[in-house]
């Protein structure tokens, strides 16, 4: 039974156009990159198995601004609103949340994401007008926060909760409500499909990523992430160490739903690594052979570079089209001071099979962790020229609040970020916030463009890319739409690496 009195708003809040708080580096991206709102779209499709009336309402995406978005969400009047946020956005999003409480004095407003995982007394405190934050996952967690708000029960009783109270003397108090643990795979399994929540609430045509085709759909088969890099946001705050999966047939029956229900020519795992079980990547693949979607769904996934020649052929024939993959570096002794755990030989292998796969592959190369110099970032560039990915992203190190890496570079003082805000520039692309000696915030900034032009400028690569075209007409889309914004901040942002 539905209950219409109480409603609930998830909210990606108004920002700058084109912000992407899912992404493990919010910003607005230089390549055009819109990602989905991921983690309140798992919540909003909760919500709608419990018969909570919700709307999802994404105005970053939308480009709309606070005064727009305050009219829209005054107009639904929801009884409680969760709004995602980031260390990047905090500020913002506390601003907005303020904005809210004065058209919406009687909604709960509940903070979710990343930064207020982290931090979540500091959110608390930085705002009267944030009543609870929602740690990790939090899916469960605000569908029973619905029902208490909704039957009038008390807020402590919810699992997984920070939340504001007045103690006997009336004084403000913060409480930590019971552990929740981590949905396990059986509990993914029956959660609805994501690509359906975003069918009802979203315009799929808002959404972009460079390296996939376009238009996509972005779902997540598994929760965590085995491995310990220090920089990685999600598997430190959100989903924690342990890969918790839904069932391949479950998997591949969401590939199955978007393929006859949806409009898109590509699929995105955003899984932190769907490499990381071999067994289960090759049943998903024999699955999608068996129910002959192979030649129907293309997707692309993130992954380590470790994977066998074998499993990637078998991907391949399964309708794989590219792989993310965090390179990070040429450097051994920088792997493994970020605890990638890659071996530099077994990467050259895996960039080898690729290939023999036909499988395209998106490098990532992190520029400025620790043990960085001029040097190390020297050998990365050329060891990217030296992979030949389809496509590469060089970028400075970006630490946030949870995380090791943050911690490590917090200790050495070398953070020159005053406040959050300055995560970012004024037109809300990332800002780089770590300076040593030797290796500037301005020099990491300048080695990153030089390692984009230099990667992208050579003929060998342009002309590649032309005829790739042309003899792949599926390809042309992603390429046109991503070119006309990534190579604006190229030719720009590389200005000053040209003259030196």
């Known amino acids: 039974m539905v209950v219409k009195d109480f409603k609930v708003m998830t909210l990606n809040p108004p920002f700058h156009p084109k912000f992407s708080r899912s992404s493990r580096s919010p910003a607005v991206s230089k390549g055009g990159c819109v990602y989905y709102p991921i983690w309140i779209g798992y919540t909003t499709g909760v919500l709608e198995q419990n018969n909570v009336p919700v709307k999802l309402f994404d105005a970053p995406a939308e480009s709309r601004g606070l005064e727009e978005s305050l009219h829209i969400i005054k107009d639904y009047n929801p009884d409680l609103i969760v709004m995602d946020s980031t260390t990047a956005s905090i500020a913002n999003d506390l601003h907005v949340a303020n904005e809210i409480k004065k058209i919406l004095p009687d909604a709960f407003i509940v903070f979710v994401g990343t930064h207020p995982t982290a931090v979540p007394f500091e959110v608390l405190k930085s705002s009267k007008n944030v009543d609870a934050v929602a740690l990790s996952e939090h899916e469960h967690t605000i569908r029973d926060l619905s029902f208490a708000l909704r039957d009038g029960k008390p807020v402590a009783d919810v699992a997984g909760l920070v939340y504001r109270t007045t103690n006997s003397k009336g004084e403000e108090e913060f409480e930590i409500s019971p552990k929740r643990e981590p949905a396990s795979g059986e509990e993914l399994d029956k959660m609805p499909f994501v690509s359906e929540v975003y069918s009802r609430h979203l315009n799929i045509k808002n959404y972009f990523y460079p390296s996939v085709l376009y238009p996509e759909v972005t779902i997540i088969t598994g929760r965590g992430c085995p491995f310990r890099c220090t920089f990685c946001v999600y598997p430190q705050t959100m989903g924690g160490h342990e890969y918790r999966v839904r069932s391949p047939e479950n998997v591949v029956d969401e590939f199955e739903w978007i393929f006859e229900n949806l409009d898109v020519k590509d699929i995105m795992i955003e899984d932190d690594t769907f490499t990381a079980n071999r067994e289960r990547i090759n049943k998903i693949c024999d699955l999608i052979v068996e129910r002959g979607l192979q030649d129907k769904v293309t997707w692309t996934c993130n992954a380590r570079a470790d994977v066998d020649l074998d499993t990637l052929k078998n991907m391949k024939r399964a309708g794989c089209r590219l792989l993310c993959v965090g390179f990070e570096s040429g450097e051994q002794e920088i792997l493994n001071n970020v605890k990638k755990g890659t071996q530099l030989q077994i990467i050259r292998q895996f960039m080898k099979d690729t290939k023999k796969a036909d499988v395209l592959v998106h490098g990532c190369f992190m520029l400025g962790n620790k043990g960085e110099t001029k040097q190390t ?124």
């Open 377 to 500: 970032i020297r050998t990365t560039i050329e060891f990217a020229k030296e992979l030949e990915p389809d496509t590469a992203q060089f970028f400075p190190i970006m630490v946030y609040p949870g995380t090791e890496a943050y911690d490590y570079f917090k200790k050495e003082g070398l953070i020159k970020a005053e406040s959050y805000g300055d995560w970012l520039d004024k037109e809300g692309n990332h800002n780089t916030i770590i300076s040593r000696p030797g290796l500037t915030d301005k020099e990491l900034v300048e080695l990153c463009d030089r390692g984009r032009w230099e990667f992208y400028m050579r003929p060998k690569y342009v002309l590649r890319k032309i005829w790739q075209g042309i003899t792949h007409p599926k390809e042309f889309p992603r390429l046109l739409k991503s070119s006309k914004s990534f190579f604006k901040y190229l030719l720009l942002g590389s200005e000053s690496v040209r003259t030196n």
